[in-house]
Structure formats: C-alpha cells, structure tokens
Nanobody, 129 residues
Framework: QVQLVESGGGLVQAGDSLRLACAAS????????MAWFRQAPGKEREFVAT????????HYGDFVKGRFTISRDNAKNMLTLQMNSLKPEDTAVYYC??????????????????????WGPGTQVTVSS
C-alpha cells in the first residue's frame, strides 16, 4: 500500500521560511517522479514543483520565482520543499504526489495533477501578513 505523508506545515509570518517533507512508503520511490501541489480555499489545485525520478531535473510553477526548492533523498524515501520568502498568497494545503508511472520527468516536466496517481493527505501552510 502506497503511503505519502506530508509534514512541516504551520503558521508563519510573511517573509519567513518553511521546509515541508514527504515520507513515502509502499512504492519504489527512486523510480518515481515526485511533485508538490497546493490548494487554497475556493481555488483549484495548483502545481508548485516537480522533480524527475533521477533528481536531475526540477521545474516550478511560475509564481515560485526562485523562492522554493524541491529536492529528494532516495536513500530515505523523502521529498522536501524548502520555501523561502513566504507570502500570504502562499497560504494553502500543500500536497505531495508521486507519478503514476516510473522513470519519467527527465525529458519534460510533469506539471499536470492527473499525471500523479498517489497523493498524501496534505499539510496546511498559513502565512500571515
């Protein structure tokens, strides 16, 4: 059974940093492209960042503008998202996702949520002004 469990969310002030983590189990983590998405109240789920199965290719949503960094540790089956210079508009539930297939994400980034077959329950990030 595949499990993705996010952690690290919380309440911070504008300009602060947070580091989200996603612990994966039940799948060959090192073979799967991974991603972070987010969803704010009343809005659609939004692509944040993705990393290829090799870890050699990353891609970010346009709004990130160099503030976030996605990374993976295949030895620990862990995905992370370092978020700096947080803004109130970053307030959302952040979800970790694993590609439904293997060995992808190196030729083109997987930006669409339907590419991902496995999802965590999410972690709340709230940024106050």
């Amino acid at each position: 059974q595949v499990q993705l469990v996010e952690s690290g969310g919380g309440l911070v002030q504008a300009g602060d940093s947070l580091r989200l983590a996603c612990a994966a189990s039940g799948l060959p983590f090192r073979k799967h492209a991974m991603a972070w998405f987010r969803q704010a109240p009343g809005k659609e789920r939004e692509f944040v960042a993705t990393i290829s199965w090799t870890g050699g290719r990353t891609h970010y949503g346009d709004f990130v503008k160099g503030r976030f960094t996605i990374s993976r540790d295949n030895a620990k089956n862990m995905l992370t998202l370092q978020m700096n210079s947080l803004k109130p508009e970053d307030t959302a539930v952040y979800y970790c996702a694993a590609d439904s297939q293997v060995y992808r994400g190196t030729e083109y980034p997987l930006r669409v949520s339907t590419e991902y077959g496995y999802w965590g329950p999410g972690t709340q990030v709230t940024v106050s002004s």
